[in-house]
């Protein structure tokens, strides 16, 4: 999997707590990403950096451990993959931006809650447009990157 840091970006200071490095992985297949993630956190220490990874997946389906085979309609030739998250059934596909974040929520003094909130928030900033300029301007520079760095 090829990656690319872009950016450090800026965030809530948190005394002696560097910034997650930003990373652009392309367009990744779901199953090796999804590994790669389980790898990381299960080998992360206290001295493991965080993180947040861009990509785009190929179309591909993602069952939770909520979802029932039911609930998956006419999947043709897109491949289905049963993982350890919640949820029910979800589509990824080219041209979606994923972003993972890949963070120790201990070190940030930060709750599951209070994360899913906070991107809640920034969705609704960039959503509103007040940040559509900066978000363009990042989508183009990944992308740039991406297709530099392969």
């Keep these: 999997m090829a990656e690319r840091i872009v950016s450090t970006g800026a965030r809530r200071a948190v005394p002696g707590v560097s910034p997650p490095a930003l990373k652009w992985l392309g367009r990744v297949d779901y199953e090796p990403t999804w590994r790669a993630m389980q790898r990381r956190t299960d080998e992360a220490t206290a001295a493991t950096p965080d993180e947040i990874w861009f990509l785009e997946h190929p ?40 972003v993972y974040p890949l963070l120790d929520l201990t070190r940030l003094d930060l709750g599951v809650r209070a994360l899913v909130e906070g991107i809640e928030r920034a969705r609704a900033v960039i959503a509103s447009g007040a940040a559509k300029k900066k978000l363009e301007q990042f989508i183009a520079l990944t992308q740039m990157l991406g297709a530099t760095n392969r």
């Design 59 to 98: 179309p591909v389906f993602t069952m939770g451990m909520n979802a029932q085979a039911v609930h998956l309609l006419a999947p043709g030739d897109i491949p289905v993959v049963d993982i350890d998250r919640g949820g029910q059934v979800t589509y990824h596909g080219p041209g979606q931006l994923v």
